[in-house]
């Protein structure tokens, strides 16, 4: 089973179908994987967002895809705390 692509999301149903296919991605293949615990996982994403600034084409790419007209990083943290508390 391949990696789910991201450019196949355009709503919050995309996003959710990612999700799915995302775990079950881990599940089938952990091999794929460089970060298999949770804090490891988020750990990655708090050092990508630390070095993201020093990297132009991250920039560029958070720039189109998480500007004024998208999502807040506090929308995202937020996302991810209902995601931690919600049964």
Excluded: C
């Amino acid at each position: 089973m391949s990696s789910p692509d991201p450019d196949e999301v355009a709503a919050r149903s995309d996003l959710a179908a990612f999700l799915r296919r995302l775990s079950l991605h881990f599940e089938e293949e952990p091999d794929e994987w460089q970060n298999w615990k949770v804090g490891d996982y988020l750990e990655s994403l708090a050092a990508w967002l630390d070095a993201t600034p020093t990297l132009p084409e991250a920039r560029a790419e958070l720039e189109r895809e998480l500007g004024e007209e998208r999502p807040t990083w506090r929308g995202v943290a937020i996302l991810f705390e209902i995601g931690r508390v919600y049964e």
